[in-house]
């Protein structure tokens, strides 16, 4: 079985900084894309950023020049650096990665549980 632990969400103040981190572990050959998303009370779940093992990045445009995206690969692990945060970043923020147990085995979509984060005064 794969897991996806997230780490490092809370309640921070406008324009404040949080950095949120997901480690993969279990049965694990490789990791393709790696990612975060959020879903606010009451919306939908969208996009925040994404991560190729190659390390193509795209950002949702909301959090464009705010927020930044890297990987470990050595620790199967993506992290979330997310600055200047605004109230309408307030949301539960869920780990997403694409992996393959096997070298021949298709890559399977997993998600974390998520972390709230709140940005409130």
């Known amino acids: 079985q794969v897991q996806l632990v997230e780490s490092g969400g809370g309640l921070v103040q406008p324009g404040g900084s949080l950095e949120l981190s997901c480690a993969a572990s279990g049965r694990i050959f490789s990791i393709n894309d790696m990612g975060w998303y959020r879903q606010a009370p009451g919306k939908g779940r969208e996009l925040v950023a994404i991560i190729t093992s190659g390390g193509s990045i795209n950002y949702a445009d909301s959090v464009k020049g705010r927020f930044t995206i890297s990987r470990n690969n050595a620790r199967n692990t993506v992290y979330l650096q997310m600055n200047s945060l605004k109230p309408g970043d307030t949301a539960v923020y869920y780990c997403?990665?694409?992996?393959?147990?096997?070298?021949?085995?298709?890559?399977?979509?997993?998600w974390g549980k998520g972390s709230p984060v709140t940005v409130s005064s």
């Open positions: 997403n990665a694409q992996i393959s147990a096997t070298a021949v085995g298709y890559f399977t979509a997993y």
